[in-house]
């Protein structure tokens, strides 16, 4: 297998524990870098060695399909392909769909069942909203919203997804909800606070408005007993109350929070004090949860406004449910199950005996790759699979401190809970690292992460202290391995911080860090929000990045219409929108024809589309290519996997060309995701799920457990969550703040569904008063630990720490935390981390320890923004100027560029001593001659005229042979060409036509010789030999030109290439090796000749007897005799005088239509001798305009305007 760099081959570490143990359950805790898919496939590797096991009784579970691809691989890489194929490698979810479909008639069920997706969900939602007449929804409406399925739809699709992961039923919730009756009482309850508050606990009481007089503070202590008593009224009220009101768990929970609030009230009135005049805060913000004013703005939560959310979640849980239910039997009705139900279905077969026992029988072996990221069902589908006698042994692997799913449900104690599930289990832990540096392993080791335990990692290779088992800092080196950077120490944001930081690391000015490449370098963010501050930063700065993701949840125009496309291939009668857009954009239909397409009486746009006569439209070409298009590619829907429908559907439309010059990336990303599932993968052919699978992708820019993209020459933009699974040689982590990764505005609100998933939980007793932010504060940190082992060899890290205390006029945590009554768990700080402090404690201990490789780069960072931004050093390695210098010369050059001043060979060109023959790819270079002007002589030149350099190019010297007027005109003065409509008018004997010129043949050979080249020269230098490169290579060129037409000849000509062969060797001549391709050669000292013959030889072969040889391509269809070959007379005369080696032969490839050999090759004897080129050189250097040449040539001349001469009759038709 091909392991990541440094991970071991062979077991090392505690590794050999997991391979050889015998027990029937192994929990395997490996943490970041050590190893856990390589770990998993060498035990697989010893069971099919031992012969415990065939490779058919071995299954292989993992989370996303991207995964599940990866391991197929790994597995084939490590193995023997063959032996890997019969390995059952499964996705949690194609797992369960397999099973099920399996068993679906057992279960009640039609094989064919389709999967509800989220965007399904979110469909059926609305089509229930708008179908039912549901009491609610004037309640869950804004005020400045009317009540529509639209406008309600997110909010129940939500409430929904959660309980539907939670496992929570509708049984279940209104088992354990309020009635309707019992919440409205709980909310009048509210009101008469929300009232009483309002007048008496807000500014416009003077006292709390002023709060500068005696007065004042006795009367705001007044109200404050106003409001006691009304909350002793209120739990009157609710002692008085009915029984089953009264003893209601929800209510009993009110009561007892509202004694709570009193103790609030009492302390709130003992805290008041004119000496500090930020306690009239207290009362507004714990009473009407006045979170929003700059004096409480550390505030989060406050014990009023945590009830108003808990009361109107119950609300909404009761309201909801009951549209929650509807969906359910809407489910079951259509036969249809979502992504939950479906894993619940499938572990509700594995509760059934025979089916148990008859599934499990089919393997020995299960492999559970990532198992911190299960959640329950998924515990309890894997339990039930292998728990038991006769039952598959197994392997779960995954990492405690990578467990960062938990808001998608997941259960991070999962892999420690096997210990209790299993009777015959043993637990290993994997903590030798092969990715890391002790220094980045260690900035996490020593961070106490708010007091949650984490894994002591060790680098692989590092010598430790025998006395302490800790790892010698004498091993560390002077380069840099983690920096620190203090944010609020410097003037700039943080983006521009990470900006300036990879801008110096990029041009090795950055100390104790050696030059970094734009691919070695990833920013690793908590959220989209600030990977796209990054993205803009980098973007100003113009520093090449990607991005992962679509973090707006957009998609370009381009995309849209590629996804619309897909929409209607995959549903062609109920796409009528997706079809428009794809009918205007990619197949240019009018407003007019598309009018005409929605006049006609058919059954939708497709159908229309198809039925249409094109007799009766503008443009019935475009309209018959998008039907013939359609129609096969719908025919061929259900006959490919993804994976190749795809690209059939990509070459049959042409939708790459138009797309926009970003989107190769989303197109990259929708290829990842269609290759990672197999044909028996959940989604399988291309259907509405699967473009919902695709858009989701996109939008989100990856799923929940897809990795980020890495580029290969840009710097990466990610979050935690993309970069999970990921490395990088150096990575920055900017943002480290409580600010940006725990605050949030109203915390009671954002936790308003474990708010209720609490109230349904048995074991809390008290939901109100209970901290529900301890699990979620844990994984905070684990994120944080997961971006931070990202980093290979350097790691940078970004940080401030948040002042939870305010100014001098805020109110702060402290005080508000000081007025709650003691029975509250919870802290007005919602999930508070401290962890730049908690960082920074870390760091410190790390800078003692390893005083050489750990710094503190705050004030360098400060101290590199009033320097200049470095110097350019020209290729010669000498020739040194600033930056600003460099602009401004390069601008005077691209303006004497610009308005032909300047020779654009090489005019700017340093001398060059010698022109050896090329032994590696490298650019032709231009010899002394050709440079006729300094950098400096041209940059001072202003806007005088150069004078004139005659050059002679052999394109020139076949135009003089034409006609010497047109060499003049072409080569001499470069006069501009006639326009279209003129040739076409001269074509018709001077009357316009605003039909298409005929083809010139003569253009068209010219424009496809030239892309051949083109292609030519590219493929050498990227070093691609296949046809496939060179077709896509030459279909990039003719669509930058615009010239798509012509696309079949081109192709033809590279086809040609592919074959050519000589007469003297059986090797082909593309497998001949290439020395150098489109060399520039120039011969000047001619006698008699004033100017310089300049020209470039198309390619440069080693023979395969060893000789030197030169050719030119030739894409015509005619074979130049050797007598009548003056151009490779031209060629033997310049190389001759370059190469330090002599040229044995010369000769043409010919791509056009000719008959084979395509190869000619010659001896210098045989080709014309310079004598006979000279008449040619001396006409071609004493130019002139009046000397004209009228013959077939004249048929597709550029400048008939000029009048030159008469047309050939053969051309007027006369």
Not at 628 to 640: F, G, K, P
Not at 643 to 662: A, I, N, Q, V
Not at 714 to 735: R, Y
Not at 1084 to 1103: E, H, K, Q
């Amino acid at each position: 297998m091909a392991n990541k760099e440094g991970e071991p081959s062979v077991s090392r570490g505690n590794q050999p524990a997991v391979i050889d143990s015998d027990a029937a359950c192994i929990s395997v805790d490996a943490g970041a870098g050590t190893g856990k898919t390589t770990t998993m496939l060498m035990r697989l590797e010893r069971t099919l060695v031992d012969g415990d096991a065939d490779p058919g009784d071995i299954l292989v579970l993992t989370f996303a399909n991207e995964a599940a691809s990866n391991i197929r691989s790994s597995i084939a890489n490590r193995l023997d392909p063959a032996v890997a194929a019969e390995i059952d490698v499964y996705t949690y979810h194609s797992f369960c769909n397999r099973l099920v479909r399996e068993y679906a008639y057992y279960l009640g069920l039609s094989p064919s069942f389709d999967i509800v997706t989220e965007r399904d969900r979110y469909r059926l939602v609305t089509r229930l909203l708008r179908e039912r007449d549901y009491a609610f929804v004037d309640e869950n409406v804004g005020s400045d919203q009317s009540a529509t399925p639209e406008t309600l739809a997110d909010a129940v699709d939500e409430f929904i997804a959660v309980m539907s992961r939670d496992d929570i039923d509708p049984d279940t919730l209104e088992a354990h909800l309020p009635d309707a009756r019992t919440i409205d009482l709980l909310d009048e309850l509210l009101l008469w606070l929300r009232q009483e508050a309002a007048s008496g606990l807000s500014f416009d009481n003077e006292a709390f408005r002023f709060f500068n007089r005696d007065e004042h503070l006795e009367d705001a202590r007044n109200a404050l007993v106003e409001y006691g008593k009304l909350l002793t009224f209120c739990r009157e009220k609710i002692a008085e109350a009915p029984a089953d009101f009264r003893e209601d768990t929800v209510v009993r929970d009110v009561e007892q929070y509202l004694r709570s609030v009193q103790s609030c009230v009492t302390n709130v009135h003992d805290s008041l004090t004119l000496d500090d005049p930020t306690t009239k805060h207290l009362a507004p913000v714990l009473f009407r949860n006045q979170l929003w004013r700059e004096a409480t703005a550390t505030i989060e939560q406050t014990p009023i406004g945590r009830l108003e959310h808990y009361v109107a979640v119950l609300r909404e849980a009761r309201q909801y449910t009951a549209i929650y239910r509807d969906y359910r039997k809407l489910l079951a009705e259509e036969g249809t199950l979502d992504f939950d139900e479906l894993v619940r279905t499938a572990t509700r077969l594995l509760s059934d005996a025979m089916a148990a026992d008859e599934i499990a029988g089919e393997y020995t072996h299960v492999y559970c790759d990532e198992f911190q990221d299960t959640d329950r069902t998924q515990y309890q589908l894997v339990t039930k699979l292998t728990n038991g006698p006769d039952r598959p042994e197994l392997l779960a692997i995954g990492d405690t401190d990578q467990a960062i799913y938990g808001w998608r449900g997941t259960d991070p104690h999962g892999l420690e809970r096997l210990g209790d599930a299993y009777t015959d289990h043993e637990s290993v832990e994997l903590g030798l690292n092969y990715r890391s540096k002790q220094e980045i392993l260690d900035l996490t080791n020593y961070c106490d992460y708010g007091g949650h335990s984490s894994k002591t990692l060790r680098e692989y290779g590092r010598k430790t202290d025998a006395s302490t088992s800790t790892v010698s800092s004498t091993n560390a080196d002077s380069t840099r391995h983690v920096v620190k950077i203090d944010s609020d120490e410097l003037g700039w944001s943080p983006p521009e911080q990470v900006g300036m930081t990879i801008a110096r690391l990029l041009i090795d000015e950055f100390d104790g860090v050696a030059k970094r490449r734009l691919e070695d370098i990833a920013v690793i963010v908590r959220t989209n929000a600030q990977a796209s501050a990054i993205a803009d930063e980098l973007e100003a700065r113009q520093i090449p990045y990607e991005q992962s993701g679509s973090p707006a949840g957009t998609v370009s125009p381009g995309v849209q219409t590629l996804l619309s496309y897909l929409r209607v291939i995959a549903e062609p009668a109920a796409t009528d929108t997706h079809l428009r857009r794809v009918l205007l954009l990619r197949y240019r239909l009018s407003e007019a024809d598309l009018e005409r397409l929605h006049e006609l009486d058919a059954d939708g746009l497709y159908s229309a589309l198809l039925e249409i006569d094109p007799e009766r439209v503008d443009e019935p070409e475009r309209i018959e290519q998008a039907r013939t298009h359609l129609r096969s590619l719908v025919a061929d829907r259900d006959a490919y996997p993804l994976s190749p429908f795809l690209e059939w559907f990509e070459e049959r439309t042409r939708m790459k060309w138009f797309l926009g010059p970003d989107d190769d990336r989303a197109l990259d990303r929708l290829h990842r995701f269609v290759d990672a599932y197999d044909g028996g993968d959940v989604l399988g052919s291309l259907s509405p799920r699967v473009v919902d699978a695709l858009e989701s992708v996109l939008r989100s820019g990856s799923s929940d457990r897809q990795q980020g993209t890495t580029s290969t020459d840009s710097v990466d933009i990610m979050t935690v969550h993309q970069a999970k699974g990921l490395q990088f040689d150096t990575v920055l982590v900017p943002f480290l703040s409580d600010e940006h990764w725990c605050v949030r505005g109203d915390y009671a609100y954002s936790s308003r569904h474990r708010l209720l998933s609490a109230a349904l939980d048995s074991a809390i007793d008290t939901p109100l008063a209970s901290d529900l932010a301890t699990e979620p504060l844990a994984e905070a940190w684990r994120v944080l630990h997961v971006a931070l082992t990202r980093a290979e060899d350097h790691l940078f890290v970004f940080g401030s720490e948040y002042d939870y205390e305010g100014d001098e006029n805020a109110l702060g945590r402290s005080a508000v935390e000081a007025c709650l009554a003691d029975d509250l768990e919870w802290s007005v700080a919602g999930e508070r981390m401290d962890l730049w402090p908690a960082l920074t404690a870390s760091f410190e201990r790390l800078e003692a320890e390893y005083p050489e490789s750990v710094a503190d780069a705050t004030a360098e960072l400060a101290e590199s923004a009033a320097t200049v931004g470095g110097m350019v050093s020209y290729d010669d390695g000498e020739t040194m100027v600033s930056t600003p210098e460099a602009v401004e010369t390069i601008t005077h050059l691209g303006e004497h560029l610009r308005s032909r001043r300047l020779l654009p060979a090489a005019d700017a060109a340093p001398y060059t001593e010698a022109f050896d023959v090329p032994k590696t790819r490298r650019l032709g270079a231009t010899v002394d001659a050709a440079t006729r002007f300094s950098v400096t002589d041209v940059s001072s030149l202003g806007n005088s005229t150069i004078p004139g350099a005659l050059r002679h190019s052999y394109s020139a010297l076949e135009t003089h042979a034409e006609c010497p007027r047109k060499h003049y005109l072409d080569h001499v003065v470069g006069a501009f060409d006639d326009s279209v409509a003129g040739l076409q008018a001269q074509a018709n004997g001077g009357e316009a036509d605003t039909a298409p010129p005929p083809s010139r043949a003569d253009g068209n050979a010219r424009l496809i010789g030239t892309v051949f080249h083109a292609v030519a020269e590219a493929a050498f230098y990227r070093n691609e030999n296949t046809p496939e490169a060179w077709h896509e290579a030459a279909i990039r060129e003719l669509t930058a030109r615009g010239e798509r037409g012509h696309e079949e000849a081109v192709q033809r000509c590279i086809d040609r290439y592919f074959e050519a062969t000589t007469a003297t060797f059986d090797v082909p001549f593309h497998e001949w090796d290439e020395l150098a391709a489109e060399l520039a050669f120039e011969v000047d000292d001619l006698p008699g000749i004033d100017g310089a013959v300049i020209g470039y030889i198309d390619t440069v072969r080693r023979l395969p007897d060893g000789r030197l040889g030169v050719f030119d391509y030739k894409t015509v269809g005619e074979r130049i005799e050797p007598a009548m070959a003056t151009q490779l007379s031209l060629y033997a005369r310049a190389c001759a005088r370059q190469f330090d080696e002599p040229v044995d032969a010369v000769g043409y490839v010919y791509v056009g239509d000719v008959d084979a050999p395509r190869v000619d090759h010659v001896s210098l004897e045989d080709i014309p001798s310079w004598e006979s080129v000279r008449a040619t050189l001396e006409a071609v250097d004493d130019p002139g305009y009046d000397e004209t040449n009228p013959g077939r040539a004249c048929r597709f001349c550029t400048h008939h305007s000029l009048g030159c001469a008469e047309l050939p009759d053969e051309q007027t038709g006369g």
